[in-house]
């Protein structure tokens, strides 16, 4: 029998709801295995396979070194592991460690900066320059040699011309830290004040380096992870069309520590997002003053449980551009990935082992 017009729109309409409610229930569904299961998202993005909750709650650490990159400077690795803390306590710590505590990481100095700037920040650098140590001996000899028209170190020519006429020819530490105070305040205000696009750039490579430039091709290359944490690279300002200055507030600091033998200065900044129930979080190095040009660490922290305990899941992904990538190839690049994953190990102990400090 056929249905009057009226009895018939009724019934598309009942089997439209009908429709929508069982779409709406597949999409809550699919949200919550979202938020109840980190190893669901994990395949969608993650080159690491076979992740077990329990032997990461063991002390496990799985890594994966990166694809070989088309952006010729960069190198990637991932790695996974797990803490017995909250995801709240386990961002907190992240942020908290103290790199000199760890000996294996061969940081000297790790202090957080105010914002807005402050030059009183970096009033102790001085007490760090010991010539009598070979990486820092390196450091004083660099910047010794700088000129307005040379450098190896990661400089603009103004700065390096302004760095050249405050250190003078008989310098000592404190003439040499006061210099490098102005230097670093200079460029945490710049970039405090315009963001990611606030970083200066470097002048006295083959060619001009641009840190935000070499840290959104970094990021953007990775597709499958920019999806993944595009609620917080677009809020920082990293991914194409997102914010011009970043929309949440980061925490600043600044580092020296030895890479490649050499006393490295660096300037950070740090941006942490709460998405439902686990965290997105961004650790970029926006300045280094040699060795290589810039780093990025974007963590993914889950809650979990294998049945008997709760914890932290906390995937990341590491990032870097150096100089000396833009050279090699092949097996050279491969190995360089492995070397880059065991040096990050190092870092991810120093975290598991926060947890175990009273």
């Keep these: 029998m056929q249905l009057p017009l009226y009895d018939g729109v009724m019934s598309m ?165 006061a210099c490098w105070d102005n230097l670093l305040f200079a460029r945490v205000r710049s970039f405090q004040r315009n963001g990611i696009n606030g970083s200066l750039p470097y002048e006295f490579d083959i060619g001009q380096i641009n840190p935000a430039s070499h840290l959104r091709a970094l990021i953007q290359e990775q597709t499958l992870v920019t999806r993944e944490f595009a609620p917080l690279l677009q809020r920082v300002g990293l991914m194409n069309g997102g914010a011009a200055t970043s929309s949440i507030r980061p925490s600043y600091y600044w580092r020296l520590f030895q890479a490649d033998h050499h006393a490295t200065l660096s300037l950070g900044a740090v941006y942490v997002l709460k998405v439902g129930d686990h965290y997105q979080q961004l650790d970029i190095e926006y300045y280094v003053s040699g060795t290589y040009y810039t780093s990025a660490t974007l963590y993914e922290i889950w809650p979990i449980h294998d049945g008997i305990r709760n914890g932290s899941l906390i995937w990341c992904d590491v990032m870097c551009s150096a100089p000396t990538m833009r050279f090699a190839a092949g097996i050279e690049r491969l190995a360089t990935g492995i070397v880059l994953t065991l040096e990050f190990k190092k870092c991810v102990n120093c975290i598991q082992d926060s947890f175990n400090a009273p």
């Design 13 to 177: 309409r009942r089997l439209e709801i009908f429709l929508i409610l069982v779409l709406c229930y597949a999409a809550c569904d699919t949200i919550s295995a979202r938020a109840s299961d980190p190893l669901v998202v994990l395949k969608q993005f993650s080159d690491i396979p076979d992740i077990n909750i329990k032997r990461l709650l063991e002390g496990k650490i799985l890594s994966h070194s990166g694809a070989l990159m088309d952006f010729p400077n960069g190198i990637t690795s991932q790695l996974c592991f797990a803490v017995p803390g909250s995801p709240a306590e386990t961002v907190k710590r992240i942020e908290s460690l103290n790199p000199t505590r760890c000996p294996l990481l061969k940081v000297y100095a790790a202090h957080d900066l105010h914002d807005p700037i402050e030059l009183k920040d970096f009033n102790s650098l001085y007490l760090y320059l010991d010539p009598e140590n070979r990486p820092i001996k390196w450091l004083w000899n660099q910047t010794l040699a700088t000129t307005a028209l040379s450098s190896d170190l990661n400089l603009t020519k103004a700065e390096a011309r302004d760095l050249s006429r405050c250190v003078g020819k008989n310098a000592n530490a404190k003439t040499i830290g």
